[in-house]
């Protein structure tokens, strides 16, 4: 297939990119500056900005797959400044990605990437695609961000909102920020401890794409989660284990995380359990399941 790619140089894009060529497919990436980067068998750039009409929206035409994961990182201090670059990259670049699907005359699937702050934050509650939205910033934030993806329906397309929870992978991403505070032996839990993480493997998640862009059958929301979410307690003694560090410190009180976050300390205080009721459904199969496992397989 022929894959339009934004966002397609960043820690998810980027493996992905690469799962995407070695599969056989091609891949057109959307940048603001082509200037120096290497396009090779199979992949080539497109200079523009995701947020801006302008003559890329025309290649978007000639792809049977868009792939759409830009936006502002959320792991950054949430004064409106940050939440308005947060918000603005996310729905501008879709809205722009939809008008180019509109002017297609072929049959698109529009992977959109998303995330699992559409539920808010819960507490024991265990979360599926059918559960109601949260009315937290992040929720409305992804609330805009699928509203504006829906609308490339219109058009004929087929759209996936892919909610994603937090990736773990082997060269950057959150598992490199835990592990530095980790390898120094100041591993401890957050807050309560109890707050639950739902995550994924990025190697699992870039099977789900490849997934999703096979599986013409499903549409709208699907979690991309493992189906075993974690506390952070869990969480905290699996990754211990797998860097051989002790976790036998008294949790950061949570007045302390927001003091020095602000709002954006909920994202690590509070939480949500989420599940992937789609792709267990469909009978998808998870390689990396456990945390335990995910983290044997990117920490040796």
């Not at 759409?68 to 947060?86: D, V």
């Not at 739902?198 to 999703?212: K, M, R, T």
């Amino acid at each position: 297939m022929k894959v339009f790619m934004t966002g397609g140089t960043g820690f998810l894009g980027a493996a992905l990119t690469e799962r995407l060529l070695t599969e056989g497919h091609s891949v057109t990436i959307l940048t603001r500056s082509a200037e120096n980067r290497d396009p090779g068998p199979g992949l080539t750039y497109c200079e523009g900005n995701p947020t801006r009409s302008g003559p890329w929206q025309k290649e978007v035409s000639g792809h049977d797959v868009v792939i759409n994961l830009a936006g502002a990182s959320i792991f950054r201090t949430w004064n409106e400044k940050n939440k308005k670059a947060i918000h603005s990259s996310r729905v501008l670049s879709t809205r722009k990605l939809v008008e180019a699907i509109g002017m297609s005359t072929r049959e698109i699937s529009l992977l959109n990437g998303s995330a699992v702050g559409y539920y808010g934050f819960r507490t024991d509650e265990e979360l599926d695609e059918k559960s109601p939205p949260g009315d937290d910033f992040l929720a409305n934030v992804v609330k805009d961000w699928e509203a504006e993806a829906v609308r490339a329906k219109e058009a004929g397309a087929r759209v996936v909102f892919c909610r994603m929870g937090v990736i773990l992978g082997r060269d950057g991403g959150a598992l490199s920020k835990m592990v530095s505070v980790f390898k120094w032996g100041l591993g401890s839990p957050l807050g309560s401890g109890a707050q639950w993480f739902s995550w994924i493997s990025l190697h699992d998640l870039v099977n789900i794409f490849l997934y999703l862009m096979e599986d013409q059958t499903i549409t709208g929301p699907v979690n991309c989660t493992s189906p075993h979410p974690v506390t952070n307690r869990e969480l905290t003694k699996a990754l211990g284990k797998a860097l051989h560090r002790p976790t036998v410190l008294p949790p950061v009180p949570a007045f302390i995380i927001r003091g020095v976050l602000g709002e954006f300390s909920d994202v690590f205080v509070r939480g949500q359990k989420v599940m992937p009721g789609k792709l267990l459904a469909k009978g998808f199969v998870f390689e990396f399941p456990e945390i335990e496992e995910a983290f044997v397989h990117l920490l040796n």
